[in-house]
């Protein structure tokens, strides 16, 4: 303890702190206990900081908890839920290529050569025999429904129709030409045609623009078409674009088109033949008439890229083999006309489009010519006669008759 004040140190002279020399000064004791108290007061600050420190740390935890098991609900409610099929393996068709009473050919394109298994059933569920895209055992004028799978899972399907036997029901097909552009005018075509739900198509040339090159066909012909010719075999006609370099080659090879590009092809008792761009050319006007006096069908058509005229050489031939029609394509129009007595459509408004009018004015003598994009559907009665409907872009009908 201090010692005591004495009465001489109240009464004596007095230091200007109070406290006599020698002895500790009250005001030091006091600094520290200042200091102390500062010191208490700066750990209770600090505890009080480090506590608040916590509280945010433990906070900021629960947000990024909290965050993080939000992310992972929406990741897994988006791949449950929300995504899409998985992109097709399949970078071409499958796509009909024949249909026959007895048997049917599907090909196909697939990433990374990837096995496909192709199955088929009838309506009552009988399944098909299926080898190498073929299916074989089929019956006369009976639907199928085929499914191809890559990987167990079904990436495409379609059906169709064998043709029958006889000319015992209607059949339907459709005819299109110079289609193969790729553009909205293509694919509306190609909708407008799978509505239809024709038994087969036919081309009357110029399947792909400005040629025919492999890595052109996709995008002019198979992705604007596919719904069309997943369901219905299309019997193609060369024109003059798809003769052009590199030649015909590539489009020869997908569609199983001859050398030289003439061919005959029969849907049950439908005949249609198919002789290419230059239709006078000798050996095309010898194949027609060869093919025109094959025996059989009830019904004959000529499909040909180039428009026909009065004098050409192949009239002869269609008229007297009683044809019912030759389909065109070439001029960018619709045209109906009846040349040197044989019934003529000129369908080259596939897609397209007309191009330069003054290069694809109306030719003299049609009863109808159109600038329209569109396609011709065809229906062959058993008994009476052929009916024809010019169909639009957008579906409307424009034309319509019987031959």
């Not at 020698?22 to 900081?49: D, K, N, T």
Request: charged share 20%; net charge positive.
């Amino acid at each position: 303890m201090p010692p005591p004040i004495t009465t001489a140190s109240r009464t004596g002279s007095r230091s200007l702190l109070g406290t006599s020399p020698g002895r500790p000064s009250s005001l030091a004791r006091r600094r520290g206990i200042l200091v102390y108290l500062a010191g208490m007061a700066s750990e209770e600050l600090l505890q009080r900081r480090l506590t608040r420190a916590r509280l945010a740390l433990g906070a900021l935890g629960m947000i990024v908890a909290v965050c993080a098991i939000a992310v992972g609900v929406t990741i897994w409610y988006w791949i449950s839920y929300l995504r899409g099929p998985s992109d097709t393996p399949f970078t071409r068709g499958p796509y009909l290529l024949r249909v026959s009473e007895k048997e049917a050919a599907l090909r196909w394109r697939v990433r990374d050569r990837k096995p496909v298994t192709l199955t088929a059933v009838a309506p009552d569920g009988t399944p098909v025999r299926v080898a190498g895209g073929v299916l074989r055992g089929l019956r006369p004028d009976t639907r199928y429904a085929w499914t191809a799978s890559v990987d167990g899972t079904a990436h495409a399907s379609g059906s169709f129709t064998t043709p029958p036997r006889s000319l015992d029901r209607p059949v339907r097909f459709a005819v299109l030409a110079d289609y193969g552009s790729g553009n909205d005018n293509e694919w509306a075509v190609g909708r407008v045609l799978a509505a239809q739900r024709p038994e087969f198509a036919v081309t009357a040339g110029d399947n792909s623009y400005l040629v025919a090159a492999e890595p052109l066909l996709d995008r002019n012909i198979f992705r604007p078409l596919g719904d069309l010719i997943g369901s219905t075999p299309m019997y193609v006609c060369l024109g003059d674009h798809d003769n052009f370099w590199p030649g015909p080659g590539a489009i020869s090879s997908a569609f199983d088109i001859p050398k030289g590009g003439r061919y005959a092809v029969r849907y049950g008792p439908i005949q249609v033949v198919i002789i290419g761009d230059q239709p006078n050319e000798p050996g095309a006007v010898a194949f027609a008439s060869s093919a025109l006096r094959e025996p059989g069908p009830a019904v004959r058509f000529v499909a040909c890229h180039r428009p026909l005229h009065s004098g050409d050489a192949l009239l002869p031939v269609v008229r007297e083999a009683g044809a019912a029609a030759v389909f065109c394509g070439h001029l960018h129009r619709y045209e109906r006309r009846t040349v040197d007595g044989v019934k003529t459509f000129t369908v080259g408004t596939g897609g397209q489009g007309p191009g330069s009018l003054a290069r694809t004015k109306a030719t003299p003598g049609a009863a109808i010519s159109l600038l329209d994009i569109g396609a011709l559907m065809l229906d062959v009665q058993p008994r009476g006669p052929i009916g024809y409907t010019y169909l639009d872009r957008h579906g409307s009908v424009l034309d319509r008759g019987v031959i």
